[in-house]
């Protein structure tokens, strides 16, 4: 089946630590997003990429990082330098970056810091 | 910077009664405004969807109406059911922005039998 896979679903860190979180899409979508979500604040937008090596911030970039080198993949660190890390992590994608067509969301990462 | 306001942030409501989530936006250009429904610890999903050159969509016993000169759209469950309850979220989004949808706070809303 076509979809959005995400892993792991969870995930604990010790302070200090770098953790990636894998989204990979067989959509054949151009475009991908990451979200964050924390209790009471909706979902907001850390990092997106409409095309293969390419990505902008989002509205909460900072701390985090991204990489696009493949259509399919588009990962995300969460670096020690995020200050508030534990949260409910969505990887999304869409079928092209002009603003058309459903934009698909993975099962999650909740990522917890100890 | 783009916002999109969402109320209630709960909401209760008896089994075949109706619920009505509303939602504001800043960005005068949107032209997109989907709603998701998210259960409990998974990712959310496409309700519905309307586009600006629309002013009502209805769907079985979901409708979202949108008033573009208020910039406000508006979902409305009919007849709910237990299964309704969830969380959800009312979202906007433009030309030119590389398809990114800018969310509402969301409303969990819960239907008692």
């Known amino acids: 089946d076509g979809g959005i896979t995400q892993s792991p679903k969870y995930l604990f860190r010790k302070e200090g630590q770098n953790v990636t979180l894998s989204c990979e899409q067989n959509?054949?979508?151009?475009?991908m997003y990451w979200y964050r979500q924390d209790p009471g604040q909706g979902l907001r937008l850390i990092y997106y990429?409409?095309?293969?090596?390419?990505?902008q911030k989002g509205d909460i970039a900072e701390g985090y990082s991204v990489s696009r080198e493949k259509k399919e993949s588009f990962p995300l660190t969460v670096t020690s330098a995020q200050k508030n890390p534990t949260a409910f992590y969505l990887c999304?994608?869409?079928?092209?970056?002009?603003?058309?067509?459903?934009?698909?969301f993975g099962e999650g990462s909740r990522l917890t810091v100890l | 910077g783009e916002n999109v306001e969402q109320h209630p942030s709960t909401l209760s409501v008896q089994e075949g009664d109706s619920a009505v989530i509303k939602c504001t936006y800043s960005?005068?250009?949107?032209?997109?405004f989907p709603w998701y429904k998210q259960e409990l610890g998974k990712g959310p999903q496409l309700i519905i969807d309307?586009?600006?050159?629309?002013g009502e969509k209805k769907d079985q016993r979901i409708a979202v109406t949108l008033n573009k000169t208020a910039k406000h759209f508006s979902l409305h469950i009919t007849e709910t059911q237990p299964e309704d309850s969830a969380v959800y979220f009312c979202?906007?989004?433009?030309?030119?922005?590389?398809?990114?949808?800018?969310f509402g706070q969301g409303t969990e809303l819960s239907v008692k039998p």
């Open positions: 999304a994608s869409r079928g092209d970056r002009r603003n058309t067509g459903e934009l698909f």
């Open positions: 959509l054949n979508h151009d475009a």
């Open positions: 990429s409409q095309i293969v090596n390419d990505f």
């Open positions: 960005d005068s250009a949107s032209n997109y």
């Open positions: 309307i586009r600006s050159n629309v």
């Open positions: 979202a906007a989004s433009r030309n030119n922005q590389g398809g990114k949808l800018i």
